[in-house]
């Protein structure tokens, strides 16, 4: 799915989400299978799976499309990646297969993930800061104690989550909470992402908020890299 720049209306990277096209029951969502993968321990080899091909598909997206700065990818992480050790090392091995510039990924990692191994967390992100890496908290504001935990990571983005977004334009205290957050990041040097876009008065509310990128169905619905490709070549601006 697209993440669009509100300075410039241009998309400038991309989140991968996975599909599964099961043989007879169709497409099955990530929130029915994920969590099965992760209990049966398969979730290992599906997210380095993931992770490749995200990085495969971005170096050709850069490739066919080059842009100062480059365009990124944005992949989740689930909790039981994020605590392997080797996971950094996993990364190295992907980044120079597919011969990707570190700070062009960005993992995105739940907030109750960091939350519930807040020492391990400590050590594992700086590791992967270290390798250039961009780290971003996803579904910012579902938990508690985020406040504390902004200031304690090495994130380079903040991702709003949708709950938020959906609601800032019908109920202000919605939109209270989005500006602290906006504030907040931008006064840790970090940059928004808000999620969930569907209305153009949720984008024009975002950009008077200074939030510098948005991801939703108003600029694009997840889509299947080739579309991508033909997206890109229009180049849409919103
Ligand atoms: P997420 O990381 O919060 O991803 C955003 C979800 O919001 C995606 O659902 C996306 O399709 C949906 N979305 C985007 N724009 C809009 C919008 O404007 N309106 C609405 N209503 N929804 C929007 P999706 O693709 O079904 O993924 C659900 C969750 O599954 C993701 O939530 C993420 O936690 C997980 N997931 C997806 N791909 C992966 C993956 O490769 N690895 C892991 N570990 N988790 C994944
Ligand atoms: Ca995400
Ligand atoms: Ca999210």
Same mark, same amino acid.
């Given at each position: 799915q697209p993440i669009v720049s509100l $300075?410039? $209306? #241009?998309? #400038?990277g991309f989140e991968a989400l996975l599909r599964w096209h099961h043989p007879s029951r169709g497409a099955i969502s990530p929130t029915e299978f994920i969590p099965i993968a992760e209990e049966s321990g398969y979730i290992n080899s599906i997210g380095l799976w993931t992770l490749r091909e995200a990085c495969k598909q971005l170096r050709n997206l850069q490739k066919r499309f080059p842009r100062k700065p480059p365009l990124f990818m944005s992949v989740n992480l689930s909790g039981v990646q994020f605590l392997r050790a080797d996971l950094g090392t996993k990364i190295d091995q992907v980044l120079r297969e597919t011969g990707l510039r570190p700070e062009t990924l960005k993992l995105e990692i739940t907030e109750s993930v960091i939350m519930e191994h807040a020492e391990y967390s400590d050590q594992m992100l700086n590791q992967l800061k270290q390798q250039q890496i961009r780290i971003a908290i996803d579904d910012f504001g579902t938990g508690y104690a985020s406040m504390s935990y902004l200031r304690r990571f090495p994130f380079d983005t903040v991702k709003v989550d949708q709950s938020f977004v959906r609601r800032m334009s019908l109920d202000p205290e919605s939109a209270v909470i989005v500006k602290t957050i906006i504030d907040m990041a931008h006064n840790l040097a970090m940059d928004v992402v808000a999620e969930g876009v569907e209305q153009p008065e949720q984008c024009e509310l975002l950009r008077g908020l200074n939030c510098e990128s948005a991801q939703g169905f108003l600029f694009a619905r997840p889509c299947e890299a080739a579309a991508l490709e033909s997206m890109l070549g229009t180049q849409p601006k919103w």
């Amino acid at each position: 799915q697209p993440i669009v720049s509100l $300075g410039s $209306g #241009e998309i #400038e990277g991309f989140e991968a989400l996975l599909r599964w096209h099961h043989p007879s029951r169709g497409a099955i969502s990530p929130t029915e299978f994920i969590p099965i993968a992760e209990e049966s321990g398969y979730i290992n080899s599906i997210g380095l799976w993931t992770l490749r091909e995200a990085c495969k598909q971005l170096r050709n997206l850069q490739k066919r499309f080059p842009r100062k700065p480059p365009l990124f990818m944005s992949v989740n992480l689930s909790g039981v990646q994020f605590l392997r050790a080797d996971l950094g090392t996993k990364i190295d091995q992907v980044l120079r297969e597919t011969g990707l510039r570190p700070e062009t990924l960005k993992l995105e990692i739940t907030e109750s993930v960091i939350m519930e191994h807040a020492e391990y967390s400590d050590q594992m992100l700086n590791q992967l800061k270290q390798q250039q890496i961009r780290i971003a908290i996803d579904d910012f504001g579902t938990g508690y104690a985020s406040m504390s935990y902004l200031r304690r990571f090495p994130f380079d983005t903040v991702k709003v989550d949708q709950s938020f977004v959906r609601r800032m334009s019908l109920d202000p205290e919605s939109a209270v909470i989005v500006k602290t957050i906006i504030d907040m990041a931008h006064n840790l040097a970090m940059d928004v992402v808000a999620e969930g876009v569907e209305q153009p008065e949720q984008c024009e509310l975002l950009r008077g908020l200074n939030c510098e990128s948005a991801q939703g169905f108003l600029f694009a619905r997840p889509c299947e890299a080739a579309a991508l490709e033909s997206m890109l070549g229009t180049q849409p601006k919103w």
